[in-house]
């Protein structure tokens, strides 16, 4: 593994066109590996019983299974072993890294990233996303809440997702809420006891007299004095009084349903919380029904809780948080993996029909696609490293051009920054237009990695913009060309602090159906904003100018835009016509501006485009055609 990450880190930076290419991007497809400094696995201890270690060889099994099938990208791995008196389990992480000096160590390889990771684990003996009952337990029953299946299906980060989560576990018990859970248990039974409200009421009322001695012991630790003593005795026995007292009204209220499984209103429920007030812990309103906000009790009974003392576990839970594209490849790539990787049937027949596995050596499910997956981030970091990918031949003044059609349709723009979270941006064709053309992601900035900076003081920028048609909204799509004075962030961010000039173009398109009234919204803002500033009014810096854009519509989805900076002056063009020039801006407050257009020696060290679609989950905005030279 140790020479996995070093040849990781080396692939990132071999290349001599390295510097050109943005670090954090080469990262997010990078295939990484798992840490080889042990320094998070710190939690067993040095001296073990006979059974301690039996357990650790099965903690062990868990590294060797997660290993084999699952391989970080875009982050780096580490696991921690667990060994308890009742369960056990490995947690591992996935952490963000980078080229920073400090997440590098001597020898240059990847460090975690301080507090920036995500966890999975695979569990022995533990039912992930649970919460204990506490008031309730003691050492021979374990009460619990367990957010029921489905819970949290609001999210819409999971409208797509699989109610089973895979093919490769359907045969097997799986459990969405917080987390999402594949469990392996004898016979796919899990020794889970639903709890009646008969059954939920007793044992509150059993527990009151042992709440009520804890409490005392407390009491006794707070006061010395006798007298304070006895009247905080007498007030926590008022309390509890009160307590009993609800407990006998809520099994008259449901005297008839006593044999009813036991759902209760509070997730984390404490003796307080169920019988102190008038609120009814079983009553559960239909929205809370329809939301799934509601949780049932189950209860591991003292048979049970005997046997998950010993080395082989009642049941198995691999538990990990839902991910999906939109969350880029560390994560995706990680979700994907351990759903359909991990050799789930392997790992059963191991704990509960080892004679199955006898002399067969663990293979990760469906491994050709793993290898696939693998091989396909190797291919693009290679692809990455070929500075001229996406570059056609140059005449002498133009310093850039991008039409995309070295790109994959689907895939990522070659040698362009973007983040691999949320809606990112993809190649993609467009009906009617010819070429290709990139998909720019909601809110997601992409900028071209091999533009050579500054810009020359004088210059055009031209591209072509494209909306999707028949559209409903007042708008349709919409985008912002940003350039900026200030050198990027070291992940290809754009830099805002410090001093320096920042230039925004947001084009939006309309709806012809408002043509003829004062509902028209299309329109192009451009705003000029410089630190130190100059254009000041009423404690507002910048200028700007607002051009009612009838070029770029629903049924006219394309325009030509061009942008010029000749003479520290700003002018914008639509298809080739002059619809803004910096010397007609005005200040935010309608006065004219002082300076107008760009401070004198003005280059540009950014280039930016972002989506600023209202509708944007509808209606796509496209660019393509980038073009820049010299005047």
Known sequence: MKKLLLVSVLLLMQSPSFAQLNP?????????????????????????????????ANVDKFVEWMKKSY?????????TRYVNKNNYKVLFLV?????????????????????????FRINANIIPASYPVTFLNTPDQFFFTWPPDGYGGADPNKKNMDPRIHPNVYKYITHINEDVTVFLAPNNKLPFIPVTIGDYLRESEGSLDRNFQN??????????????????????QNEFDRYRAAIA??????????NEPAVIRHMQPTIISQFFGDIDPFAISENEKAMKQYYPVFKLDAATIEKCKTDQPQWIAVSLPYETKERGNQLYEMYTAITQNLNYDYIYNYFFDPEKVNGVAYKPANEDQLNARLNSYRKKTAIANNASANTTSLTPN??????????????????WYFRKFGEHSSIASVKGQTGKWLNLGYNNVVSPALLKKPLSENFTLEYDMVTDGEFFSGTGGAASLILNTRPSNTDGTENTYNNGTRVTINIVSGNE???????????????????????????????FYTYPLREFTDKKTKVHVAVKVKGAVLT??????????????????????????????TRFNGVFWKNTTNDAENVKVYISNVKISKE
């Open 513 to 543: 159906a408002n043509h003829n009234d004062n509902n028209y919204r299309g329109n192009i803002k451009i705003d000029i904003n410089s630190t130190p500033s100059v254009n000041n009014q009423n404690f507002s810096e910048g200028i």
């Open 95 to 119: 952490w963000n890294v980078s080229f920073e000096k400090e997440w590098l160590d001597a020898k240059g390889h990847f460090k975690p990233i301080d507090e920036e990771n995500t966890p």
């Open 24 to 56: 954090e991007q080469r990262i997010q497809d990078s295939v990484i590996g798992w840490w080889n400094n042990p320094y998070f696995d710190n939690k067993l201890k040095l001296d073990n019983t006979p059974l301690e270690k039996k357990k650790i």
């Open 572 to 601: 914008v063009l639509i298809n080739n016509k002059q619809v803004a020039v910096s010397k007609d801006f005005k200040m935010l407050y309608g006065g004219s501006c002082i300076s107008c257009g760009l401070p004198a020696g």
């Open 71 to 79: 391989t970080p990208v875009g982050g780096l791995g580490t696991f």
């Open 249 to 258: 009204k809520w099994r008259e209220k449901y005297k008839n349903k006593l």
């Open 398 to 415: 133009v310093f850039f051009m991008d039409d995309f059609s070295t790109s994959t349709e689907d895939g990522d723009p070659a040698n």
């Open 215 to 236: 409490e005392k012991e407390k009491i006794n630790k707070q006061w010395s004095d006798i007298k304070s003593r006895e009247n905080a005795y007498t007030y926590k």
